[in-house]
């Protein structure tokens, strides 16, 4: 299965695709993650991305695509992946298409993961991140285990005003794959996010199995 995680930042693709990934026994495929990766390796990759992301702006088409290629061509990736921040254009989801054409496969199905921004700037800023595993907490509704909380860290494209940058970016470039998908034929599986973790996913897997 290929499935595509839609929603603006913070609605939680991440978490959900996190649980979806262990259930469905498919990678997850979050371009941020590796990004943030390669940033704090101090690899090439994370030197060009990193002024972009600091800014809430995109990293540029190439970068990305390149990196997905060569993701999606690995044997890990044969049975499926679960797609967390990508595509987030028009011509990142057009070069998606002909990717996974090439090697056979298509999308299967696309989620949306509704939530108003009122919401999301709460969950932000009480986002933490734990080093060591990447796993993703909040402070208040998925708090880190005692052992843990003393390392967590938060995300520098958290701070208030990046994270409106990143909300404009949202509206303006990755909100018009809605109708991509819908022109293309794919049902849009639309999830109330707002709902806690667990229900969320359940809505998810809910609309998967019809
Ligand atoms: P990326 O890491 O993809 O950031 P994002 O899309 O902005 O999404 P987030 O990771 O912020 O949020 P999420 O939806 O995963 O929510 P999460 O589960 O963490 O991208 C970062 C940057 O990298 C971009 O700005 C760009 O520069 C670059 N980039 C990445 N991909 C790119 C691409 N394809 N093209 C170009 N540039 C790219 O949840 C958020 C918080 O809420 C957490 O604290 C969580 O615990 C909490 N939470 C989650 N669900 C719930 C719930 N149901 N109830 C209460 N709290 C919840």
Redesign the pocket.
Known sequence: MHLI?L???????????ALLAERLGIPKL????I??EAVRNGTELGRE?KQ??DA??????H??LGLVRELLASPAAEQGVIF??????IA?AEALETILGDLGRGVDAVVL?DVPDRTIVQ??S???TDPETGE???IV??PPPPEIAPRVIQ?V??REDTVQR?LD??RQSTAPLIGFYERAGLPIERVD?????E??QAEISRRLAR
Do not use: C, W
């Open positions: 995680l929603g603006a930042p913070g609605a939680g693709k991440g978490t959900q695709g979050a371009t941020g993650d990004l943030r991305a972009f992301m809430g702006e995109l990293v540029p088409d970068v990305i967390d921040g990508f595509p987030r254009t990142q993961i969950r932000m009480g986002r933490r993703v907490y909040h509704s998925n995300r494209d958290d990143r970016v949202y996010g707002t709902q806690e973790i229900r969320v």
